[in-house]
């Protein structure tokens, strides 16, 4: 479990849930709640406590250490991990399929992306550095950049900066399925 790899990591750095939350800019009790597998946050809070803990976003979903290519079969679908916040307006409709977990010493996040219908009029943002690139396999998507909204349709796509509030969901309360290519620096 994510969690249960970060307080791992922590500990073995030496370093403070109260520091983890200072140097993060989340609360004790998130990193609490993480590291208890309560919850599992979205990325951009995964980043925040990737960089204090001085490790690779991907450190948390690794499964094993392969320096070689990593190929994922199509009958082989990775276990799926769904991320969430206790915000009221969370997303809470993303399951993530890491695409490259046992790959070491990557700089790129690969993920197929369940985005399942949701109704919620307002979204809460994120943000994080690194860029994005997301192609729509599936139904239409909906990115909030900034103030600015894009509809992607299948067999499109879009690449941004992380670093601008952003939130990807699908439109029109469907349903879609995307690839996403999540980088962030070290």
């Known amino acids: 479990m994510v969690g249960s790899k970060?307080?791992?990591i922590r500990e073995s750095k030496s370093i403070t849930v109260e520091q983890i939350a200072e140097r993060s800019r989340l609360t004790i009790d998130q990193i609490e709640r993480i590291e208890a597998n309560i919850n599992v946050p979205s990325l951009a809070p995964l980043v925040k406590i990737a960089r204090v803990l001085g490790v690779r976003l991907g450190t948390f979903l690794d499964d094993s250490e392969n320096l070689g290519p990593v190929v994922c079969r199509k009958d082989e679908q990775p276990e799926g991990i769904s991320f969430s916040s206790e915000s009221a307006n969370s997303h809470n409709n993303l399951n993530f399929f890491a695409l490259a977990q046992s790959?070491?010493?990557r700089h790129m996040e690969p993920?197929?992306?369940d985005i399942d219908s949701a109704s919620k009029e307002e979204y809460e943002l994120s943000h994080?550095?690194?860029e994005e690139f997301?192609?729509?396999?599936e139904g239409v998507v909906e990115i909030t950049y900034g103030k600015s909204k894009y509809v992607i349709n299948a067999g499109e796509s879009i690449y941004y900066d992380s670093i601008v509030n952003h939130?990807?969901?699908?439109a029109n309360d469907s349903k879609a399925k995307i690839l996403?290519?999540?980088y962030t620096p070290f």
């Open 103 to 105: 790959k070491t010493g």
């Open 134 to 137: 997301i192609f729509v396999l």
């Open 180 to 182: 996403a290519v999540v």
């Open 111 to 113: 993920f197929l992306i």
């Open 167 to 170: 939130n990807v969901h699908a």
């Open 128 to 130: 994080h550095e690194g």
């Open 6 to 8: 970060i307080k791992s």
